[in-house]
């Protein structure tokens, strides 16, 4: 799929089908994330890929807006190292850097078909306790969210969320 | 392009040729920012593009580590407007938000040919102060990125920076 129709007709979707897929899908949509830029190079992505049912249905239990999950059937958690990442857990640069592999994985979904929805662990600590406990992540390892993965309806459409007046020319001007 | 070969070959580009780039393609860009999902659908990103030779200059001074922006000739900024977004600046979903707005820029520029890399503003008030002063923007928009963009050398050949170590299925497993 080329490269503007995907990232201009991606959306989050919410209606899955309900079917399997391949792990080689799942494994690509992991190595577009990490092919992310990270501040200074670091590279301290990490992403957990969840294609068990159980596992799906106990993610759920915690995290409110996911009931996507159930039947995207699919999850990947794009977390980072914090001992890694520039500034550790100090500054927002691993969130910054976790946020731009998170696109990646929507928009390599797209690509292949897949659909993908986006739900927040951090910064809500109760969220990203549950996401560590339920998958046995270590204390240096931080999810920053967990994206549903799944084969859509179709019957989620693309927007256009395009507003000209968002765009300013060398210097802010007010609209 | 391909968007899977636009996201795993994409990378910071340092390296530029000094020709300028049309506002059809600058706007290509936002366009494609714009399209990047935001918490609660708030739509807060705002993109100011600099083309004018005077104000990239007045940018590099209070940038370290922006000095290819001098012959990028262009940039993009991807800021938040805190009065709209989730959370406003109390959380960090608008630093996701336009994380992942930023990437989006950066694989638009890859399809269309040209290079881009990603200059932190924030967390660093004094560089988000002198974004802001340098442009003109007000309190309640918060840049997170400069953009430098530019038609690319060649010179800065794709890395593979896919480590099948940081992938775990379904549970952590240390490596």
Redesign the interface.
Known sequence: ????????E???IRKFTGKSIG?DDL??L???G????S?RDT?H????????EQ?IEKLTEGLPYSKMLLTAKHAIIVASDLSVAHGGGD???W???C??A???V???A??LGLGAC?T?A??REERVEHVRET????EN?RP??VIAVGVPTGDDKPRD???EA???????S?E
Do not use: G
Request: charge should be neutral; hydrophobic fraction near 55%.
């Open positions: 799929m080329d490269t503007l129709t995907a990232i201009l991606r959306r989050s792990r494994l690509t992991a190595k577009a990490m092919a992310a830029p501040s590279r992505f990490h992403f957990i890929i969840v294609d068990d596992l500054t927002d640069y969130v910054q850097d946020a731009a998170a696109e990646n929507l928009l390599a797209k690509a986006w927040a951090h910064p998958l046995s992540i270590p390892i920053l969210c969320k395009f507003d968002h765009v300013a020319w060398n210097a802010w007010a």
